[in-house]
């Protein structure tokens, strides 16, 4: 016997099998959401230039992308919209046969399975982008709660099986519940956009749904990035308010953030792995700088590690692909 005692840790990693054996976090493709971007007018598969991989469907064009989700497995898309018109208030957000509206009720009419998460937000319904009414450059809250709790109602009658609100006014969970409760749809979970941080990380997804501020920023209503125990005061608002999921957004630079809301609540955690984060990946992937799959696979692993029940993320077609095909 050696006098040095050290513990032998390779004793577990020294074969395929013995590392399956004792892995801890396994993606699975319940785990993913996969958000999909439906635009108003005929004809059209419009990759986002800052997104590759990433398309604008025309609801006639739906069919295809929605068969290939099928296909791979996947549960669960959230859904945006891009109107063809916008306005001072959003009306488009909250109208009933709105672009949301419209592929929510073709989606469930041909995919009756699919679970259909409707983002609840203004951005990109008003013509100044922000995510609620304005007066003069102030993003005005109780007003916009009225606006959002419409668009959840309507994106319920068009067949949503989930809401998620994006859009940080504070109270509006409460108000949307009681919104949903009122009109017979007590039945339809929220999955709260609970902790939302101000990130430039959000930069990508803007192009795709349209929705940059047209003045400012959104640091009036989306938190500080510095900031951790104001996400807990988020989370605890939304949770007594009536909340169904907690999402946490970015994820990729925010896991001690996952980790201090798994800790804290009893809900089920969903991380957004957000635009930005895909189109870093993209881009050095693309150039040949890092390996794309294995890249993937390590972020979204460490996002459910650090307690993510859920991810959000637009790999979500690749990973149910690699890992349905993985020789792990
Ligand atoms: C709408 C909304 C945004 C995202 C999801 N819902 C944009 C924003 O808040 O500016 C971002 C998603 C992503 O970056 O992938 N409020």
Redesign the pocket.
């Known amino acids: 016997m050696n006098e040095l005692q050290f513990k032998r840790h390779r004793r577990l990693r020294q074969s395929a099998n013995m590392r399956a054996l004792v892995r801890e976090t396994i993606l699975n493709v319940n785990d993913f959401i996969y958000p999909i971007f439906a635009v108003e007018g005929e004809n059209i598969k419009q990759e986002v230039s800052s997104m590759p991989g990433v398309y604008q469907f025309s609801l006639d064009r739906l069919q295809e992308e929605m068969d290939e989700v099928v296909s791979l497995g996947i549960k669960s898309v959230l859904l945006f919209g891009i109107p063809d018109h916008k306005d001072a208030v959003g009306t488009e957000a909250y109208h009933s046969h709105g672009i949301v509206q419209e592929a929510t009720r073709f989606i469930k009419q041909h995919y009756p399975d699919v679970l259909v998460v409707a983002?609840t937000?203004l951005?990109e319904y008003t013509d100044h982008g922000h995510?609620g009414v304005i007066e003069g450059e102030k993003v005005l809250n109780d007003a916009s709660l009225d606006l959002l709790v419409k668009t959840a109602v309507s994106q319920a009658e068009a067949g949503a099986d989930i809401i998620a609100p994006?859009?940080m006014m504070d109270g509006f969970v409460v108000a949307i519940r009681k919104g949903l409760d009122e009109a017979g749809f007590e039945d339809v979970p929220i999955m709260s956009y609970a902790v939302k941080y101000a990130s430039a990380?959000?930069g990508?997804?803007?192009d795709a749904a349209d929705?940059a501020p047209q003045f400012g920023d959104?640091k009036s209503y989306?938190m500080d990035p510095a900031n951790r125990l104001e996400a807990l005061r988020e989370a605890e608002s939304d949770v007594e308010e009536g909340a169904d999921f907690l999402i946490v957004k970015p994820t990729l630079s925010y896991l001690d953030i996952v980790r201090d809301v798994r800790n804290e609540f009893r809900l089920p955690v969903v991380g957004?792995n957000?635009?930005?984060e895909y189109s870093l990946v993209k881009a050095a992937a693309l150039n040949g700088w890092v390996d794309e799959k294995t890249i993937v696979l390590e972020m979204l692993t460490s996002m459910k590690r650090a307690g993510c029940d859920l991810i959000i993320t637009y790999f979500a077609k690749d990973v149910a692909r690699w890992i349905s095909n993985s020789d792990k």
């Open positions: 983002d937000c951005c995510c994006s859009n990380f959000y990508p997804f803007r929705s959104r989306q957004y957000v635009s930005g």
